[in-house]
């Protein structure tokens, strides 16, 4: 499976724009990028996906490398609840469709 | 849509019972997900189904793990006997067939064993 690598923790100020890193540099090519969080007590929830162009929603924007070995997600104005564990994950649309694995994801702290 | 539901939210049990887990998927969702979570290991990956079929189990711990999805709006996790180690918060999560859906998350069902 491929495996996502991000930093453990993150820091960021109030109202801050925050950029949060992953590295996927075993990708395939029918694997898809998606990006959740985990609030303290909730379960996981769905930020955003792609596949190689950059994606915007309501809650962040994705920006994808080039070469789809790494991606950001970003977060244009942190908010207090924006603190929350971060994950990177993904899912395979090839032999393993749809399985999709966790990391250890980026705990980001927001400060007033 | 009422979302994915878990049951039951909380279970403290004793090491040896059986415990059951249940989960019933958003409606239309083809695939369903089971997961671990603790604080030593993170989110672990047990088993997922695609329309019914269990396609990838390997993250099953042990043969005292097994899951059932009898049909599209229903799956169990069983664990049979539990130990202390099995004290986990467990997530069920559904989505659309295919990858570019999202993965919809339960609220998680937190085990005890004693």
């Known amino acids: 499976d491929a495996k996502t690598t991000q930093p453990n923790s993150m820091e960021s100020n109030e109202e801050e724009p925050v950029h949060l890193p992953c590295n996927h540099s075993?990708?395939?090519?029918?694997?898809?990028i998606h990006w959740y969080r985990q609030l303290p007590s909730q379960g996981p929830e769905y930020v955003i996906h792609?596949?190689?162009s950059n994606v915007n929603n309501r809650m962040a924007s994705l920006a994808i490398a080039e070469d789809r070995k790494s991606s950001t997600l970003i977060l244009h104005r942190a908010t207090l609840r924006d603190a929350a564990v971060y994950y990177c994950?993904?899912?395979?649309?090839?032999?393993?469709?749809?399985?999709?694995?966790f990391g250890d994801g980026t705990t980001l702290t927001v400060k007033p | 849509d009422a979302g994915v539901i878990q049951s039951p939210r909380h279970e403290v049990t004793e090491m040896g019972q059986e415990v059951t887990l249940r989960c019933k998927p958003i409606?239309?969702?083809?695939?369903l997900f089971w997961y671990r979570q603790t604080m030593m290991r993170g989110l672990e990956l047990l088993i997922y189904?695609?329309?019914?079929?269990?396609?990838?189990d390997s993250g099953m711990p042990e043969d005292r793990f097994s899951a059932k999805m009898p049909n599209a709006s229903f799956s169990t996790l069983k664990i049979q006997p539990s130990e202390p180690r099995d004290s986990a918060v467990y997530f069920c999560?559904?989505?659309?067939?295919?990858?570019?859906?999202?993965?919809?998350f339960g609220e998680g069902s937190r085990l005890t064993v004693l």
């Open positions: 189904f695609n329309n019914n079929v269990p396609i990838d």
């Open positions: 409606s239309g969702h083809n695939s």
């Open positions: 999560a559904s989505s659309r067939a295919g990858v570019t859906g999202e993965l919809f």
């Open positions: 994950i993904l899912r395979d649309e090839g032999t393993n469709a749809g399985k999709s694995t």
């Open positions: 792609g596949l190689t």
């Open positions: 075993t990708i395939s090519g029918t694997d898809y």
